[in-house]
Nanobody, 122 residues
Framework: QVQLVESGGGLVQAGGSLRLSCAAS????????MAWFRQAAGKEREFVAGITRFSTTYYGDSVKGRFTISRDNAKNTVYLQMNSLKPEDTAVYYCAARTGISVVRTTAYDYWGQGTQVTVSS
């Protein structure tokens, strides 16, 4: 069983930056595809970014060019660097893991964290 714990959320002004971290335990981190999703109030959970075991990255259209996903297999951690934040980025951000080799943009992931709140003020 894999446990995922997110951290790094908070309140930031528009145009600012935040870095989210997701620490994994209980599994072989390097073998998992990792991803970040977000869910704003009253909306469906949305794919933000994903990274394969080989560090190939994928992004949602709304964050491309502003967010960067990375992983450190030695630390069992995946990161999401968020720059040029906008009020519409406000959401709870979730870390997710899945077995296999491909990033998928649906919520078909095996493990989820509890989420961390990101609020961007205008």
């Amino acid at each position: 069983q894999v446990q995922l714990v997110e951290s790094g959320g908070g309140l930031v002004q528009a145009g600012g930056s935040l870095r989210l971290s997701c620490a994994a335990s209980g599994g072989t981190f390097s073998s998992y595809v990792m991803a970040w999703f977000r869910q704003a109030a009253g909306k469906e959970r949305e794919f933000v970014a994903g990274i394969t075991r080989f560090s190939t990255t994928y992004y949602g259209d709304s964050v491309k060019g502003r967010f960067t996903i990375s992983r450190d297999n030695a630390k069992n951690t995946v990161y999401l660097q968020m720059n040029s934040l906008k009020p519409e980025d406000t959401a709870v951000y979730y870390c997710a893991a899945r077995t296999g080799i491909s990033v998928v943009r649906t919520t078909a992931y095996d493990y989820w964290g509890q989420g961390t709140q990101v609020t961007v003020s205008s």
